[in-house]
């Protein structure tokens, strides 16, 4: 099964809203990665939070972890058109292996 | 983009017939893998690799071999593909040990096998 789930599967905001997607994982990590996917293309990394971090950002987005919950959020501030996609949670495991999740399609209504 | 293709970006192939898939890179990473991608399954591991000739299983390796003979080229064969192969393949390279380190993912290949 897999490591990540992402919550919402989708979600539809105005321009200029938060968007804020959640990631639950079942076993001990050494880091989480957010990714991004814009329809038809590959993954592009977003940012990563190691397993000691509780919190990390980068430009709009802001990464939440709580390894106790295991579970991480993604926030988006100040969302853009240019931001709809899909977002994926990946677990990087402590045998050399990254796990994604199912991804959250993300749009961004003008 | 990081320097890593994938060939052939798109191929239909019938059931039963054999079918490789080529990364490479040019990147000298340590870490390349193959997932696939399936609507309501995001993205699955296939196989990976550590270095030239050595590989792993993923989570869905059952039907696919890999090889590694250059730390540039990973290819992904299916032996005798079956309709429940057709998907996107992805290709990713990393640097980093399980200390941490993003992928960079290739464009994808998108096969189907009628």
């Known amino acids: 099964s897999q490591q990540g789930e992402e919550d919402p599967q989708a979600l539809s905001i105005q321009e200029g809203e938060n968007a804020t997607m959640n990631c639950s994982y079942k076993?001990?990590?050494?880091?989480l990665q957010w990714y991004r996917q814009n329809s038809g293309r590959g993954l592009v990394h977003l940012i990563l939070?190691?397993?000691?971090?509780r919190e990390k950002h980068s430009g709009r987005l802001r990464v939440t972890l709580d390894t106790s919950k295991k579970s991480s959020s993604l926030l988006i501030t100040a969302s853009r058109a240019a931001d709809t996609a899909s977002y994926f949670c990946a677990t990087d495991q402590r045998d050399d292996k990254i796990i994604f999740g199912k991804g959250t399609r993300l749009h961004i209504l003008p | 983009d990081a320097g890593i293709t994938q060939s052939p970006r798109h191929k239909v192939t019938e059931t039963g017939t054999p079918v490789t898939l080529r990364c490479h890179q040019t990147e000298n990473h340590r870490y390349m893998y193959w997932y696939r991608q399936d609507p309501g399954h995001g993205l699955r591991l296939i196989h990976y690799s550590y270095g030239v000739k050595d590989t792993d299983k993923g989570e869905v390796s059952d039907g696919y071999s890999v090889s590694r003979s250059k730390t540039e080229d990973f290819l992904l064969t299916l032996e005798s593909a079956t309709s429940s192969q057709t998907s996107v393949y992805f290709c990713?390279?990393?640097?980093?040990?399980?200390?941490?380190?993003?992928?960079?993912f290739g464009p994808g290949t998108r096969l189907t096998v009628l």
């Open positions: 076993t001990s990590i050494n880091n």
């Open positions: 990713a390279i990393s640097s980093g040990t399980s200390g941490g380190n993003e992928q960079f």
């Open positions: 939070i190691r397993s000691n971090e």
